[in-house]
């Protein structure tokens, strides 16, 4: 049988003597107590967009779910298995988390394969071509617009994406009482992997910005 | 609106001040050439067991699924947006990864709802309950070994579980296959949170056991 | 009669006292023996993307042309007055620059009145009208998408129409030929006024990149 | 491909390292608000003579046109391109500015051109020639005047032709009825690049003048 990865066991010797050594007593406080993260984060499984990396968050800060182009597929109540939708109700109802945020990224192979769909599946299922076909209609839209480079669509894509998820979001109706009662705050984020840079959507008109840093401190 | 939270924001500027300051070449080669990263992860969606903290990984390294209590439904080829098989499909078919890691951990949110169904669902679509259905039968044996302490049985659901995903992963045709031509190796790992203890799963015997560290350097 | 705006004035007591007095010579120098530069501007009248201040550039440096959102309408030798082609006339078989630099800025206002024609012309001869009518067929293509916010859209078009100068700058007979020696070199960017962005066209993709500045030292 | 010329991006990392971080403020406000200068100038595409240069003029201050010896060519409402109208409305109807400077410079090329004008054009199309044409009979009157040095006939054709400029410009409706109603002003400037001198027109005689920098504090 194959030894467990040693790149991974050298990782977790690190993580040993470095960041657990200086947070165990938050360790054992967490699991003591429980989890109570403020914000939820729904992102890529990209390797390259990890948001414990890019929001360099600790231990008990970010509820993170990941699946491929972080979308939302929306409420659909029925007897079926829903990943996502699991998540969100645990993070909602459970946690009750005070932010979502979907953040996608530059470079995504999901929304990449949602403009170039190939007559070849990955495998027999489908299932990228499946589940991507959650954002179809938009993938269309985008692929026909052929004055803007294949680069510049795949951004397009990739935001119109996150605004599509954080509609989605409000189908859930504890999501959308819950930012009605001003109790929760969607929002959007988008991270270009290249150049480390992060883009915001400002929830008025739905664009992404760079947000001012220096208002942080 | 709601501004997006101050604290992520901080975050990402130790991050370009620290790690992206530091990676930024890796960074832009992993987005000029695209992410290759040997290992997927499949782990859940706590705040206090982010796969890439406990592994120390980098930019391009870990390719992670996140959903509620590290789950992998059965292979099933129809219509639905199935997230887990799309992620799956896409970490072994096109980025040809060669471990997949499935992580559970101590004090998992999902695994205890499993064990203690609530008559009342955290919200009328259940979702909760749906998704962890995918455990139940084991979920039922277990809880009625009285014998066991509650935390017990929460472990050994928790470990259960971790091998039924195993199993679940070579209901997938191309996992299956590649898995018997050598070129994909399948891992369990169990994190205990607390006194951040990793776990690795023994693959002939299916136990749990502390890894030897030594072996890694 | 009014008197020359005093603000001017000002300015000019400034210019004197400070950049004329340092580089008294260089002026000196230049009217004795003719300008040389080595670049051509193509630029937007816009008030707040004046290149020579976005590139620091001091007396020689820069042949710059400024009309609305930076058009240059096709090759068509006859007996009208065709300001563009003038100056490019002049900088490329006169002067011989080496570079053409087509820069369009965010926020254009002329790209904005593409983007959204009004039924009431600014005046009867609805100049502003005709002079956009240049990047029409393409403003059309990019408004029919209304998944992308007016601001991405807005974006969307002014790069495109970076592109779209370029190729018409290419349908001058001298500047082909001189590109196809190597001797002028086209290039497109992009400044965003609000942060100081500056965005070059990648001339193989024709994507919009942050350029590296550390390699320019 | 040739990259994006260096010196332009070395003067780039000046500009955001001095002025840009001086007065980013400043851009983040034009960009929010939109810009709103007081004054158009109409220039010449000369690299020596850069009007936010010579009036020290910051972002948002002046809307420029540049085109080959800063002409406007007279009122012509057709269904042609005409960039110099183009940008004249858009200043006077849409942006209300309340100065237009017409400024001229020594040592003008395109002055030289009409006064010189050669057997052979630059390019068969012989763009410059068809554009100074507009000042052609002027061009023609000074020439004859042989008792005048070249370098007289070419300061002298220089300041006529800025009055002619000025006339055109209220050929244009927009501009001679606001400036009737005293809501615009016209001004003429000539700029001498080799001693810095700026001379203004007096709107009574024509003359130009240097104007008293004193009155300006």
């Known amino acids: ?11 977790y010797r690190n993580f040993m003597a470095g960041r657990y050594a200086a947070e165990s007593a938050r360790y054992r406080s ?3 107590e429980g ?6 984060v729904i992102a890529c499984c990209d390797s390259r967009a990890a948001p414990e990396t890019i929001f360099d968050a600790g231990p008990g800060e970010l509820f993170v779910l990941r699946n491929v182009a972080n979308l ?7 007897d079926r298995h829903h990943g996502t939708s699991a998540a969100l109700e645990f993070a909602v109802q459970s946690l009750k988390v005070k932010n979502i945020v979907v953040m996608g990224h530059g470079r995504c192979g999901g929304i990449h394969a949602a403009l170039n769909p190939s007559a070849e599946p990955l495998s027999p299922g489908d299932f990228i071509g ?3 076909g959650l954002v179809a209609p938009a993938a269309e839209v985008v692929a026909s617009n052929t004055l803007m480079t294949p680069a510049e669509r795949q951004t397009a894509l990739e935001r119109i994406s996150i605004r599509y998820q954080i509609q989605n ?21 988008w991270f270009d992997i290249s150049e480390g840079e992060l883009w915001v959507m400002d929830a008025e008109t739905g664009d992404f910005v760079r947000p001012s840093l220096g208002e942080t401190l």
């Open 1 to 11: 049988m194959a030894p467990f990865p040693p790149r991974l066991l050298a990782g």
């Open 30 to 32: 967490l699991a003591r």
């Open 35 to 40: 989890q109570s993260p403020e914000t939820m």
């Open 72 to 78: 939302v597929p929306p409420y659909a109540p029925d």
């Open 130 to 132: 499946q589940w991507m």
């Open 169 to 189: 979001l409000r189908t859930f109706p504890c999501v959308r009482i819950l930012e009605e009662k001003g109790r929760l705050a969607l929002h959007g984020a």
